[in-house]
């Protein structure tokens, strides 16, 4: 059973496009999270969402917008898709010292 | 700010060789220090958790060291395998927050 899921795996797109990427979790767990790994491989956490509310937003442009329908989902829109957004971008759930995450999401933005 | 560097970005060694990974974090306030393994196209691994108070956590062939005081902490994997051929990520809590360094990318020659 996959605890922390991701789809899609891939997406690849054009500029100035909007794109949702969603993330379930199966863990019953209160707190989830956006990550984002760029180029360089550094993973810089986006957003953190306790039982549907944003508790930490870390200085991601309004571009970016996470939406939580219930505790077990987090999905993440992006607006007008510029080339800098191309990275990975892992989901996770659970305690801040003790993470699940998912497979990640490589977007590619042309 | 938090920054973790992690040092070298890359590692090629012959199989039985140990490994010897490096991480360092700029601000020693820290709640806990994590070693992840990630592999490609999949999401992090948590191998090892030590927290602010402790000096080491061993698991397996795995053992890690913390120094909070000098922001410094060491992973080492013993008789290395082809199977622990991965990217290794050391993160930090604090400000209710994992902070990453980029990773360092192990490869094991058979």
């Known amino acids: 059973d996959t605890a922390v899921s991701q789809t899609p795996k891939y997406l690849v797109t054009q500029m100035g496009n909007d794109k949702s990427i969603k993330c379930e979790q199966n863990?019953?767990?209160?707190?989830m999270y956006w990550y984002k790994q760029d180029s360089k491989k550094f993973l810089k956490i986006m957003f953190s969402?306790?039982?549907?509310?944003?508790?930490i937003n870390e200085t991601v442009p309004n571009r970016f917008s996470p939406k939580s329908p219930d505790k077990a989902h987090l999905n993440l829109h992006i607006n007008s898709l510029e080339l800098g957004d191309s990275a990975v971008y892992f989901c996770?759930?659970?305690?801040?010292?003790?993470?699940?995450f998912g497979p990640g999401t490589r977007l590619t933005v042309l | 700010k938090q920054e973790v560097t992690q040092i070298p970005a890359a590692l090629s060694v012959p199989e039985g060789e140990n490994l010897v990974l490096n991480c360092s974090f700029t601000?020693?306030?820290?709640?806990?220090l994590q070693w992840f393994r990630q592999d490609p196209g999949k999401g992090l691994t948590s191998l090892l958790l030590?927290?602010?108070?402790?000096r080491e956590q061993t698991s397996g062939r795995l053992n890690a060291s913390l120094d909070k005081s000098s922001g410094r902490s060491t992973l080492y994997i013993a008789a290395s395998q082809p199977g622990d051929s991965a990217t290794y990520l050391c993160?930090?809590?604090?400000?209710?927050?994992?902070?990453f360094g980029a990773g360092t990318t192990v490869t094991v020659r058979a």
């Open positions: 863990l019953g767990h209160d707190t």
């Open positions: 996770a759930s659970g305690l801040t010292d003790t993470q699940y």
């Open positions: 969402y306790n039982n549907k509310e944003l508790i």
């Open positions: 993160a930090v809590v604090n400000d209710y927050k994992l902070s």
């Open positions: 601000d020693s306030a820290i709640y806990n």
């Open positions: 030590i927290q602010s108070s402790q």
